[in-house]
């Protein structure tokens, strides 16, 4: 069974930074994509970041510039590094992991807590 932790989450005031990570274990293996995703209160999950094997990005018009996505293959590891955080970057951050072959399938995490406020 597949199982992605994440970590990272908090409380940081506006212009602040936060790293998210997020580890994948159990029966994962040939992963094509990570990514995350957040949710904010009323709004529906929304695509931040994501990162295919081969390393090339994907980011969400809202957060170029400001967000790092990047990856650990060997560790099966997903990592955010947010800068200059925003009021509006408040939400639940879910990662994703897209793995297997063919078709593959799809495990989320559980989802860590990012508030931005003074």
């Known amino acids: 069974q597949a199982q992605l932790v994440e970590s990272g989450g908090g409380l940081v005031q506006p212009g602040g930074s936060l790293r998210l990570s997020c580890a994948a274990s159990?029966?994962?293996?040939?992963?094509?994509?990570m990514g995350w995703y957040r949710q904010a209160p009323g709004k529906q999950r929304e695509l931040v970041a994501d990162?295919?094997?081969?390393?090339?990005?994907n980011y969400a018009d809202s957060v170029k510039g400001r967000f790092t996505i990047s990856r650990d293959n060997v560790r099966n590891r997903v990592y955010l590094q947010m800068n200059s955080l925003k009021p509006e970057d408040t939400a639940v951050y879910y990662c994703k992991v897209h793995w297997g072959f063919g078709a593959g399938a799809t495990a989320w995490g559980q989802g860590t807590q990012v508030t931005v406020s003074s």
């Open positions: 159990g029966t994962i293996f040939s992963i094509k994509t």
């Open positions: 990162i295919i094997s081969g390393g090339i990005t």
